[in-house]
């Protein structure tokens, strides 16, 4: 009997061929990932997706036919069904890009120049179910669009009201954007207790993972006072 955990099914698109072929090379060389296919525009990829159910979808924005952002909306958008995880790599680091990405269902944001480590750590820490934006595209830029929002007055307090005070400490520091350790540090409580946290908080909100977190602290005004 095999136990052995099954690896991450990857599926990478990109319009580049050399760009797809320098990411197979180095995902298939990890011995915890598979390659499951390819796709050189944004219509192929969600066929493909959609035929291979990959773990981890890694994105191109610019495409042909379809580009990543509509690419993505159809594999991981609210209305999707069993969506995989999206990871958007692109040489554009504009903020609307990533502020688009994620509306449309991303669970992360590298650009192409992040070392070959950073995107496979990259596809690993989104496959667990963790956002991740790029050391280059700073935690500001989501809050840098919601600011031309109006506050969304109604659903911030109804947030108030399902979430425990505690629940609501740790929903702050995951609108930040810190990872589970550092919010452990910042509450002096252990990171497994923060991941505990963080499941029930995604559960009682209904969303999907942190980046719809964020997305959401941001747009109900959730920054700095709860």
């Known amino acids: 009997m095999n136990d052995a955990p099954q690896p991450i099914r990857v599926l990478v698109c990109d319009d580049q061929a050399l760009v797809r072929a320098g990411y197979v ?4 060389a990890q011995p915890d990932m598979e390659v499951v296919g390819e796709a050189e525009n944004g219509h192929e990829a969600v066929q493909t997706a959609l035929r291979l159910r990959p773990d981890v979808v890694v994105m191109d924005i610019r495409m042909p036919l379809l580009d990543g952002i509509q690419a993505t909306r159809h594999l991981a958008g609210p209305h999707a069904q069993d969506p995989p995880k999206v990871l958007v790599v692109t040489t554009f680091n504009v903020d609307a890009y990533v502020y688009d990405a994620f509306k449309a269902g991303a669970s992360g944001f590298l650009l192409k120049d992040s070392p070959p480590a950073e995107l496979v750590g990259g596809i690993r820490t989104v496959a667990r179910g963790d956002a991740l934006l790029a050391p280059a595209v700073t935690r500001h830029l989501i809050g840098h669009f919601a600011e031309h929002l109006r506050p969304a007055h109604a659903e911030r307090d109804s947030v108030a009201e399902t979430l425990t005070p505690r629940e609501l400490e740790v929903f702050q520091q995951v ?16 990171p497994e207790t923060v991941k ?17 977190a964020v997305v959401l602290a941001h747009r109900i005004g959730f920054m700095t006072h709860p």
């Open 25 to 28: 090379t180095i995902f298939s």
């Open 196 to 212: 505990t946290y963080v499941s029930r908080i995604l559960a009682k909100l209904g969303l999907r993972d942190r980046v719809q």
């Open 175 to 190: 609108a930040q954007g810190l990872s589970n350790a550092e919010i452990a540090a910042v509450l002096f409580i252990t």
